[in-house]
């Protein structure tokens, strides 16, 4: 037995770890979101089904005031370029108390709900509160969610049946195949689906917000959407905090999510209301895709304006 190859193969081995986890903390950058007052921190990160229990949450709590909340999500957005992108500023600068979480997609370690950082299963496991081996969206094509899973949409009518609830986004994979089964789930996908030509992606998300502003006036209770374009311009450009055309295309989108925001504080019976906002995103990126378990692509954020327990 040669025990001096394997002193080296063992060597070699710390030396390639050691640059592999060095050139993955360059890539996510701690430096940009160290600047950022957060709630927990990156490596305690919670599994972004929180969302899906923070929301069931917020319903389920009683304090005299009707219940509303409205949930964006910022397709394939990192923490550092939503922060680069200046999203803590603009959203805290329309409501109070906005609190910054860390998150993570892609499932937990080692115990098989290990699932790719891609956008089907990450949004379905948002709406569920459950990983892809259990409601059975692990890939981007897998069909329809198991039905037995429950979306928080159809949760909240379910707990008061004169709710109205919507799932809105450009891509029917999340409103149609990611709410299967819930039938009181009203959900709609701009024309005929998925970006079919170079110019949906400017008229696309910009129906989405529109959809949703006329649902939040028309009384919803809970709205779910997806802005899609943050995620293309990182597949043509890049997943990184110094890509200036990803982080102004981050930027284009909060100001959609402020549009929003502000259409609900607009209402009339504000006052009386008691609004959750959350921004969000499915999963983050590195270089030019997403999709493995990377430190880059499994970060993702939730900012909130109410404390989750
Ligand atoms: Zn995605």
Known sequence: MDTHFFKKLYVGFIILSFFSCVGEKRDFNTDILSNVESENRWDSALPQTAVHDHVIAHFSEKNGKVKKALIIGLDGTRPDAAVQAGMIGKISNIVPGMKFYYSYAGGDWKNGTQQPTITAPGWTTIMTGVWANQHGISTNDSGNKNPATKTFCQKVYDMDNNREVAVIAAWENITELGTYGDENVYTYTPDDGYYKKPE????????????????????????????????????????????????????????????????????????????????????????????????PERTTFIYTNKTIN
């Open 200 to 295: 949906d992606y400017d008229t696309k998300d910009p129906r989405v917000v529109e959809k949703t502003i006329e649902l939040i006036e028309d009384d919803y209770a809970c709205i779910f959407n997806v802005i899609d374009f943050t995620d293309h311009t990182g597949h043509l450009n890049q997943f990184s905090p110094f890509n200036t055309t990803y982080v102004d295309e981050i930027e284009r989108a909060l100001g959609m999510a402020e549009e929003m925001i502000n259409a609900a504080k607009g209402r009339s019976k504000f006052a009386d209301e008691d609004w959750l906002f959350i921004i969000t995103t499915d999963h983050g990126g590195v270089g030019m895709g997403h999709g493995g378990q990377s430190l």
